[in-house]
T-cell receptor, first 116, second 116 residues
Framework: EAQVTQNPRYLITVTGKKLTVTCSQN?????MSWYRQDPGLGLRQIYY???????DKGDVPEGYKVSRKEKRNFPLILESPSPNQTSLYFC???????????????FGAGSRLTVL | AQSVTQLDSQVPVFEEAPVELRCNYSSSVSVYLFWYVQYPNQGLQLLLKYLSGSTLVKGINGFEAEFNKSQTSFHLRKPSVHISDTAEYFCAVSPFSTSGTYKYIFGTGTRLKVLA
């Protein structure tokens, strides 16, 4: 089944304790992206990656890091989490430009993170 | 810069009644337009998209949307809703460039509550 898989789905952590949220897609998509969803703010883009080793900042990148060493994986790293990073996080992917289904994002099920 | 406005944060409607969810956007460049739906505890799924061509776009589950360039709107409609349509709906735009689309700007979402 074509899908985007995120782990963990739920996590409670404490301020300053480094954590990584993994994202993996099995569709050979070139583009991957991370979003956070907060009440009243909708989804905001954190980082995106056009391809392996190519990443760029979205609208709210502060406090986050990403890497794209392999095409299928795009982990989101919180080096020193703070309470304002408590949120629902979504990973998404899409095919490369010109490919069938380009422009349409496929989302993971979400990761709910609480930072105490 | 682009922005998306969904003025209605919540829309209650009785089953089998028609519904319209409003979306207005602002952009200095051409954009692609999308509606996504989020069912409880799930990721977002594509309802429909406008890339070019006919301004009336039909999507899944009986939804349709009309692109109005002069009013910069992309309102979502359904002539008769079901209980199962209860979900949160997000409008999104993606500015087009020759290098392809890479930023997706989402609205704040509209919670559709279908009442029996």
């Amino acid at each position: 089944e074509a899908q985007v898989t995120q782990n963990p789905r739920y996590l409670i952590t404490v301020t300053g304790k480094k954590l990584t949220v993994t994202c993996s897609q099995n569709m050979n998509h070139e583009y991957m992206s991370w979003y956070r969803q907060d009440p009243g703010l909708g989804l905001r883009q954190i980082y995106y990656s056009m391809n392996v080793e190519v990443t760029d900042k979205g609208d709210v990148p502060e406090g986050y890091k990403v890497s794209r060493k392999e095409k299928r994986n795009f982990p989101l790293i919180l080096e020193s989490p703070s309470p304002n990073q408590t949120s629902l996080y979504f990973c998404a992917s899409r095919p490369g430009q010109g490919a069938p289904g380009a422009n349409v994002l496929t989302f993971g099920a979400g990761s709910r993170l609480t930072v105490l | 810069a682009q922005s998306v406005t969904q003025l209605d944060s919540q829309v209650p409607v009785f089953e089998e009644a028609p519904v319209e969810l409003r979306c207005n956007y602002s952009s200095s460049v051409s954009v692609y337009l999308f509606w996504y739906v989020q069912y409880p505890n799930q990721g977002l799924q594509l309802l429909l998209k406008y890339l070019s061509g006919s301004t009336l776009v039909k999507g899944i589950n009986g939804f349709e949307a009309e692109f109005n360039k002069s009013q910069t709107s992309f309102h979502l409609r359904k002539p008769s809703v079901h209980i199962s349509d209860t979900a949160e709906y997000f409008c999104a735009v993606s500015p087009f460039s020759t290098s392809g689309t890479y930023k997706y700007i989402f609205g704040t979402g509209t919670r559709l509550k279908v009442l029996a």
